[in-house]
């Protein structure tokens, strides 16, 4: 069963950074496109970022693209959400998110291809 643990949230002001970390377990984390997704509350779940198993591609939201940047450390089967320029409507619980399907071709940003999600780590940017 794949597992998902995510670190790194806190409160920040507008304008700082914050790196959030994920840890997974229970998969070959290797073959897997990994995401991060972010919940404010009261609202729906919003894609943040995705990178693929490859490393070779990542996509992001347009509300994060240019501050927000995705990586992966397969050695250490974690994820890492590097998020700078913060604002206040980033403040949310971010959760890391796996894909079920090994390998796949694709790069999707969508819910049924990242299903496995972490509890989250909460973020609250000032202003």
């Known amino acids: 069963q794949v597992q998902l643990v995510e670190s790194g949230g806190g409160l920040v002001q507008a304008g700082d950074s914050l790196t959030l970390s994920c840890a997974v377990s229970?998969?070959?984390?290797?073959?897997?496109?990994m995401g991060w997704f972010r919940q404010a509350t009261g609202k729906e779940p919003e894609f943040v970022a995705a990178?693929?198993?490859?490393?070779?591609?990542?996509k992001y939201a347009d509300s994060v693209k240019g501050r927000f940047t995705i990586s992966r450390d397969d050695a250490k089967s974690t994820v890492y959400l590097q998020m700078t320029s913060l604002k206040p409507e980033d403040t949310a619980l971010y959760h890391c998110?796996?894909?079920?399907?090994?390998?796949?071709?694709?790069?999707?940003?969508?819910?049924?291809?990242?299903?496995?999600w972490g509890q989250g780590t909460q973020v609250t940017v000032s202003s």
């Open positions: 998110a796996a894909d079920f399907l090994p390998r796949r071709r694709t790069l999707d940003s969508d819910l049924t291809a990242l299903p496995f």
């Open positions: 229970g998969q070959t984390f290797g073959n897997y496109n």
């Open positions: 990178i693929s198993w490859k490393a070779d591609t990542t």
